[in-house]
């Protein structure tokens, strides 16, 4: 196998690397990206500026189409834009659920008003979404 980038896959990289290094912050060790917990009202706003930030540069969900803010990339590119930015200290936590499994649902299942009315506020991190388990009379295993 050849995991070496296409000159078109080593070009998105210089790209990508070129606007993460005039937007993103440096990182500072420890434990970054999806990993990185928001504990503080300062650093959730953080976080909405950098999902901010990333939605209007398209970066923010690359696969998505681009009617809906992605920019029709391919799985490479999510994965080589993902390795470039695990090189930051940004926190992508909170965003997770909404843009992961709950938004992609809205696109794929929603109705148009849906769509305009979920889809941009959830990718601009101006709404945060979650996940809720719900197991009546059963108890739970998720705790």
Request: charged share 25%; proline share 7%; aromatic share 10%.
């Amino acid at each position: 196998m050849d995991f070496e980038d296409t000159p078109e896959e080593a070009d998105f990289r210089a790209e990508v690397r070129a606007w993460l290094a005039k937007t993103a912050p440096a990182f500072s060790g420890g434990v970054g990206g999806l990993m990185r917990s928001v504990r503080s009202p300062e650093e959730l706003a953080k976080a909405k500026q950098w999902q901010a930030q990333k939605a209007e540069a398209r970066y923010a969900k690359i696969m998505w189409p681009k009617e809906y803010g992605g920019m029709d990339g391919t799985p490479i590119q999510n994965v080589i834009y993902a390795q470039e930015e695990a090189k930051y200290d940004v926190p992508n936590g909170p965003f997770v659920i909404g843009l992961g499994m709950c938004i992609p649902t809205v696109i794929a299942h929603g109705s148009e008003a849906d769509r305009a009315r979920y889809v941009e506020p959830a990718l601009h991190g101006r709404e945060i979404w979650c996940q809720l388990f719900s197991e009546p009379a059963a108890g739970s295993d998720l705790a």
